[in-house]
């Protein structure tokens, strides 16, 4: 199974910053990748699909890049309802895998 | 517009099943697989296993091999998840999902398991 390694596990942002979270797979996954949000109580929210095509009603302060094994999900300018935690999902190959995610805060 | 609409919430016993379903609605079944997803209080988001109704394949995580069955049912538009043997590390929520460039979810089905 391709195993996805994300980074870091929590960070804490004030309003305003700019936020980079990792995700590196176990092999090439071309671009095979999607990020999303998740708040308590909701379902997955798909932020970014394809490794760097924006979801339609998606502000365009989140942002994706990468291709292969490694992957950023940028936050330009973090936004009081950003805070939440994120996860990027590998549909490349089966078994799909996610993350481990990554919980912003507040600092 | 695609639409996955799960089943109720549920409660079980520790040692017994539980079978979700997934109704989806504008989307053409067999062109697409389905995915099954679950988030357990306070943990991330884990892949439970797949479907393709077009090739009637499953993929599963190793983790809950044996343990889950998922089918689906053309006639009804609607794809099911099995899992058995339950324990209180299963309550979670479940989701469905139609996988394609976009996936869209389903609503979640909390799925609460005592013993």
């Given amino acids: 199974a391709i195993q996805m390694t994300q980074s870091p596990s929590s960070l804490s942002a004030s309003i305003g910053d700019r936020v980079s979270i990792t995700c590196r797979a176990s092999q090439d996954i071309r671009n095979d990748l999607a990020w999303y949000q998740l708040k308590p109580g909701k379902a997955p929210e798909l932020l970014i699909y394809g490794a760097s095509n924006l979801q339609g009603g998606v502000p365009s302060r989140f942002s994706g890049a990468g291709s292969g094994t490694d992957f950023t999900l940028t936050i330009t300018s973090l936004q009081p309802e950003d805070f939440a935690s994120y996860y990027c999902l590998q549909d490349h190959t089966y078994p799909r895998t996610f993350g481990q995610g990554t919980k912003v805060e507040v600092k | ?115």
């Fill in chain 2, 1 to 115: 517009q695609v639409q996955l609409v799960q089943s109720g919430a549920e409660v079980r016993k520790s040692g017994s099943s539980v079978k979700v379903s997934c109704k989806a609605s504008g989307v053409t079944f067999n062109s697409f697989a389905f995915s099954w997803v679950r988030q357990a209080p306070g943990q991330g988001l884990e892949w439970v296993g797949g479907i393709i109704p077009l090739f009637g394949k499953t993929n599963y995580a190793q983790k809950f091999q044996g343990r889950v069955t998922i089918t689906a049912d053309e006639s009804a538009s609607t794809v099911y998840m099995h899992l058995s043997s339950l324990t209180s590390d299963d309550t979670a929520v479940y989701y469905c999902a139609r996988e394609a460039s976009i996936w869209r979810w389903g609503q979640g089905t909390p799925v609460t398991v005592s013993s």
